[in-house]
């Protein structure tokens, strides 16, 4: 398995060793960063039938450095929206390691993590970054870069169709999150590495969050619990079932 490498940038913690791990699209990754630089990062192909490599990724990653979990400052992970199950495999591992190494885990929107991918192309000022939500819509975020080339929330999570997105987009430049059903409108085509951490401000990923309650942000429901309501004519909510 090949490392991709990102180029070194500054972090907020410069003494930080950090695992990041982010899964929301078929892109999936694991970067390590150590001393306020990127040392490495392995991609990972994500999606239904595919074998599970993020564990794999991971050990080869810190093998390669020479480092244990525990030697780890923390876990940060990609909370999404996007695939559920996913989202659910990468989650369960950042809390499994941060548990077993008594480590922090931290969470950062996937969605940034894909705008920073723009931060080199892009002027300081607003954008707006969405990705496909399924059924004829889109998970949106409006963001800022600032002078440093790094990126920040401007709104809560949306979920809208293709026309209210066009109407919401508004002159500003848009980027799409690994593909577009319109591409000849996206500024940028944008992929959620989980190397760009180091692009994100520190205050949107830097709180710590509780291993026992935290989960992603998965933007909607799973579809089998669609399907399994719509047929049973209730909730699993209404049910007691989280």
């Known amino acids: 398995m090949s490392a991709r490498v990102f180029p070194q940038e500054s972090l907020a913690f410069p003494s930080a060793r950090l695992l990041v791990l982010e899964s929301s699209t078929t892109a999936g990754s694991v970067a390590l960063i150590a001393d306020g630089a990127l040392v490495a990062m392995h ?10 490599q993020l564990f794999p990724a991971v050990q080869a990653l810190l093998k390669a450095a020479d480092m244990q979990p525990q030697h780890l400052t923390g876990v940060v992970c990609g909370e999404g929206p996007g695939s559920f199950t996913s989202l659910r495999i990468a989650a369960s591992l950042a809390k499994g390691l941060a548990h077993g190494a008594s480590l922090s885990l931290f969470a950062v929107s996937s969605l940034l993590l894909a705008a920073a991918d723009a931060s080199d192309a892009l002027p300081a000022g607003p954008a707006v970054v969405h990705g496909d939500a399924l059924r004829g819509e889109r998970y949106v ?23 209210q997105l066009d109407m919401h987009v508004a002159g500003r430049p848009r980027l799409a999150v690994l593909s577009s059903p319109v591409p000849e409108l996206e500024t940028q085509v944008v992929t959620p590495w989980s190397a760009h951490l180091l692009r994100v401000v520190p205050h949107a990923w830097t709180r710590v969050v509780p291993l026992e309650s935290w989960e992603p942000q998965y933007g909607r429901l799973a579809e ?12 699993l909510s209404s049910l007691g079932v989280s």
């Open 43 to 52: 991609p990972v192909a994500m999606g239904a039938g595919r074998e599970d």
């Open 141 to 163: 975020l409006d963001v800022r870069f600032d002078e440093n080339r790094r990126v920040q929330a401007q709104s809560a999570l949306q979920r809208m169709t293709l026309e």
């Open 224 to 235: 089998a619990q669609v399907k399994w309501e719509a047929s049973h004519g209730a909730t």
